[in-house]
């Protein structure tokens, strides 16, 4: 297992912020992993799980304790199920899935990270999440020191959520395993209206995987959501805030302020969340509280391809982009009385 000291942690992110850990141990087995967890544990070390660094904001200051960079490798295919290493780089665990003519996780082509971390934030994009199809999710359990098997039902997947996420202390991702389908080379049905539009069919529909994933890939690109080290739309986390689940009493205070802000002919973006709770769009009210594309003068603007992403210009800290963040916050509480929740994990600041 490769050790280090006072080793910079911005290159591990796509962000590429943050300052550096006291110790980086980089683990490429589950054997290694459990070690250098339980020997945190152990010691009474803090300890700072690193996947892709997709979905995370370290601090200037940077981590004292131990970063643990998770790079395990493992695609197994057995028919239509898939057990992942949580290193697994999820794009190429997605292009394989679709050469292999299975559907179920294509239209989550182009999300960077590890399949590690696609059970904890409930991954989702494009009509898909993951939780459709995962029915098993191997862990180190902290608290009793054992390994364990988590079902689809133990993982307790809601919106951008899960058992993992409430209990951030507790579980490590070893393995995940999905269940896929095999359509004879077809997609899902495509339950995302963008891609249906983008690809000529109706919702519902099933295309070529090959067409999905080349659509998906190409409508995230077209927002910076494919990393590219020389565009920096996507030196970011992708989507920083999470699009909020209001009560219908709450909603229909949002479209009241609404109507007054932007005239009574205007109406929100709402999608059905559950009984009694509406779904709207973080983008949607980012750009209508004034923040639109490529705003900002310093070193972290909003992208100049998606009012969603917050990025950093080549030279940006974290605090700049933490200014940056808490100040479309409030814009949007101010204007609509809607409090916007980060998706990032923020390690040692906070907004």
Same mark, same amino acid.
């Not at 904890?120 to 994009?125: E, H, K, L, S």
């Given at each position: 297992?490769?050790?280090?000291? +006072?080793?910079?942690?911005?290159?591990?992110?796509?962000?590429?912020? !943050?300052?550096?850990?006291?110790?980086?141990?980089?683990?490429?087995?589950?054997?290694?992993?459990?070690?250098?967890?339980?020997?945190?544990?152990?010691? !009474?070390?803090?300890?700072?799980?690193?996947?892709?660094? *997709?979905?995370?904001?370290?601090?200037?200051?940077?981590?004292?304790? #131990?970063?643990?960079?998770?790079?395990?490798?493992?695609?197994?295919?057995?028919?239509?199920?898939?057990?992942?290493?949580?290193?697994?780089?999820?794009?190429?665990?997605?292009?394989?899935? /679709?050469?292999? %003519?299975?559907?179920?996780?294509?239209?989550?082509?182009?999300? @960077?990270?590890?399949?590690?971390?696609?059970?904890?934030?409930?991954?989702?994009?494009?009509?898909?999440? &993951?939780?459709?199809?995962?029915?098993? &999710?191997?862990?180190?359990?902290?608290?009793? !020191?054992?390994?364990?098997?988590?079902?689809?039902?133990?993982?307790?997947?809601?919106? $951008?959520?899960?058992?993992?996420?409430?209990?951030?202390?507790?579980?490590?991702?070893?393995?995940?395993?999905?269940?896929?389908?095999?359509?004879?080379?077809? *997609?899902?049905?495509?339950?995302?209206?963008?891609?249906?539009?983008?690809?000529?069919?109706?919702? !519902?529909?099933?295309? @070529?995987? #090959?067409?999905?994933?080349? #659509?998906?890939?190409?409508?995230?690109?077209?927002?910076?959501?494919?990393?590219?080290?020389?565009?920096?739309?996507?030196?970011?986390?992708? *989507?920083?805030?999470?699009? @909020?689940?209001?009560? +219908?009493?709450?909603?229909?205070?949002?479209?009241?302020?609404?109507?007054?802000?932007?005239?009574?002919?205007?109406?929100?973006?709402?999608?059905?969340?559950?009984?009694? $709770?509406?779904?709207? *769009?973080?983008?949607?009210?980012?750009?209508?509280?004034?923040?639109?594309?490529?705003?900002?003068?310093?070193?972290?603007?909003?992208?100049?391809?998606?009012?969603? =992403?917050?990025?950093?210009?080549?030279?940006?800290?974290?605090? +700049?982009?933490? =200014?940056?963040?808490?100040?479309?916050?409030? %814009?949007?509480?101010?204007?609509?009385?809607? #409090?916007? /929740?980060?998706?990032?994990?923020?390690?040692? &600041?906070?907004?």
């Amino acid at each position: 297992m490769q050790e280090l000291h +006072d080793a910079p942690l911005a290159p591990l992110t796509t962000f590429r912020l !943050g300052g550096p850990a006291t110790r980086l141990l980089t683990a490429t087995t589950d054997a290694e992993v459990i070690a250098a967890v339980r020997e945190a544990d152990d010691t !009474g070390t803090p300890l700072l799980l690193i996947g892709g660094g *997709s979905n995370l904001v370290i601090g200037d200051k940077g981590f004292d304790g #131990t970063a643990l960079h998770i790079a395990t490798r493992g695609f197994r295919l057995d028919g239509t199920t898939l057990e992942l290493a949580a290193g697994e780089i999820w794009t190429d665990a997605v292009a394989r899935t /679709v050469e292999a %003519g299975l559907a179920g996780v294509e239209c989550l082509a182009g999300i @960077p990270g590890s399949a590690g971390a696609t059970p904890i934030q409930n991954v989702g994009a494009y009509g898909q999440e &993951v939780s459709a199809t995962i029915t098993e &999710v191997t862990a180190y359990d902290r608290r009793s !020191g054992e390994t364990v098997a988590l079902s689809n039902a133990d993982c307790a997947f809601s919106y $951008r959520h899960s058992r993992f996420k409430a209990e951030p202390e507790r579980y490590v991702v070893l393995r995940v395993r999905f269940e896929l389908e095999n359509a004879d080379g077809l *997609s899902a049905p495509l339950r995302y209206a963008e891609t249906a539009r983008a690809l000529g069919v109706e919702a !519902g529909d099933r295309v @070529p995987l #090959t067409a999905a994933r080349e #659509t998906v890939l190409r409508l995230r690109a077209g927002k910076g959501m494919v990393l590219d080290p020389e565009d920096h739309d996507t030196w970011s986390a992708g *989507s920083f805030f999470t699009n @909020p689940i209001l009560t +219908d009493e709450e909603f229909a205070a949002f479209r009241s302020r609404v109507a007054g802000r932007l005239g009574a002919a205007v109406e929100p973006p709402a999608f059905p969340a559950g009984e009694g $709770r509406v779904k709207t *769009s973080a983008a949607w009210l980012i750009d209508k509280a004034g923040f639109t594309k490529g705003y900002g003068t310093g070193p972290a603007r909003i992208s100049t391809k998606h009012t969603l =992403a917050l990025t950093n210009r080549g030279e940006a800290t974290t605090e +700049d982009l933490l =200014a940056l963040a808490r100040e479309v916050v409030a %814009g949007v509480h101010e204007a609509f009385g809607v #409090t916007l /929740v980060n998706e990032p994990v923020t390690v040692g &600041v906070a907004l």
